[in-house]
């Protein structure tokens, strides 16, 4: 199988070569693209891979194709591969809330792919650092409401979000002016900044409403009653998430927790607290605080974090060809 990855010198491409190495998938070959020609390349497998400019000749003879690059190069390239047979696993926007477009986290929901499927777009990484943890819940008891304050890292931003934090943080210990912030909408370091994304028409920003359109789409719950508020943090990678949930049917700490010991993807802390630095670079979603509310039986809260460049996003779509790979459903073109 020939993969390519679009956007291969960014955050999530970097992690997607990363993650494509460490997983023993059948690739023959593995190519690099980006907005433009870079001499320089990026690491693979211990040797340097070269980085084209991305175009529609160059991704014509792969089958399958990471998008790791925005909005505009998803819409632009993907329906034609996906029209040849070829795979496409786009971490964009673009295709997520589409009908007949399924929206994977495989832990969840892997039984939404059918064969005839070629666009699979990865969900917003908090909507599946959430889903991740809310899937047990539902499976042991129903679930009701949502309410999520989220704590995000600036990787979140990319490239860009990693090195506006950096470059204040250099200004605050050589004391000297912070440069104006261009990514966040308020300095970002010794702060926390409760706007990600853009201004949606109903107070909402983009951000928490793909947090709570694509959890709808992914638990299969359409009219889950969820509220979002997300916040930047200035921490590097891993996404935190404060979570306050009510369920179906009555439950208890001690049941939802055996829930959480056995369930796929989750790493349960029954004692003590976990933090993004802790877990950075791995898959697992972690669980830990978990308590109740008060003592309807029905009412929880919970702290929950995940490494958003890896399981939030390369992770997860490399988990999507590994799937369809299984399913026969992927693999060299005949
Ligand atoms: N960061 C996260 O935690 C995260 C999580 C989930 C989803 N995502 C999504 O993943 C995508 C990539 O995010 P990122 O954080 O990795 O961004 P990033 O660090 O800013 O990297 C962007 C990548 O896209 C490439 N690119 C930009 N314009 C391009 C063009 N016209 N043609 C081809 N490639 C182009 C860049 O290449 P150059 O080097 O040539 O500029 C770079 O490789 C976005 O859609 C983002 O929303 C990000």
Redesign the pocket.
Known sequence: MKVAV????????AALLQILQERELPIERVAA????E?PEGVSFNGTTLPVHA?SAERLAEFDAVFF???E??SATYAPAIAKRGGIVID??ATFRLQPDVPLVVPEINGETIEAHHRIFP?AN?TAIVLCVALAPVREHAGLRAVQVATYQSV??A???GLQELADGEAAVVGEYPEPRPAVFGAPIVRNVVPFVGTAAHDGYTSEETKVREETRKILNQPELRIAVTAVRVPVRYAHSEAVFFETEGTTSVAELSRAFETAAGVAYHAEGIVTPREVEGQDQVHVARLRAQDDSGTRFAMWVVGD??RK??ATNGVQILELLLKRGWAGAAK
């Not at 956007?7 to 491409?13: D, I, L, S």
């Not at 693209?33 to 433009?36: C, D, G, I, T, Y």
């Open positions: 679009v956007g291969a010198t960014g955050v999530v491409g693209f980006a907005s433009s870079k991305v790791a690059s925005g505009d190069q971490n964009s990865v990484c990787s979140g990319g490239r860009a958003q460049v939030g996003a």
